[in-house]
């Protein structure tokens, strides 16, 4: 019975994962649930070479880049994978607003 369960998850996620790569879209970056794990320092204004070679590291890895570049352009929202792109996206945008010292958040809040 167990291994049944675990064929259905298995069969289930593959089709979720063809699903995103069929649309262009990156797997739901939700597997990190702690991003300063990945990224252990936030950015400042002296230290954006270091952070960015961090954070591109981790972008790259779940392949997220195309979505922060402007690679995968925001779907219309009668596109299947319009839901999936925001989710995508509005956790990326979590993600970087986490990895960021105060004085920048602040400095683009004002901007937003």
């Known amino acids: 019975m ?3 369960a675990t064929s259905a998850q298995t069969s289930s996620s593959i089709q979720v994962v063809s699903s995103h790569s069929s649309l262009g879209l990156p797997n739901p970056p939700s597997a990190i649930s702690n991003i300063k794990g990945f990224v252990p320092i936030e950015l400042t204004y002296l230290n954006y070479l270091t952070w960015k ?3 591109l590291a981790v972008l ?3 392949n997220l880049l195309p979505l922060v570049d402007g690679s995968i352009p925001c779907l219309s929202s009668t596109n299947d994978g319009y839901r999936l792109w ?3 996206d509005t956790i990326t945008l979590s993600w970087i607003n986490v990895i960021l010292s105060p004085p920048v958040l602040d ?3 004002i901007i937003a």
């Open 86 to 88: 925001i989710s995508c």
């Open 53 to 55: 070679k961090v954070f």
């Open 60 to 62: 790259k890895s779940h």
């Open 107 to 109: 400095h683009f809040s």
């Open 2 to 4: 167990v291994s049944q």
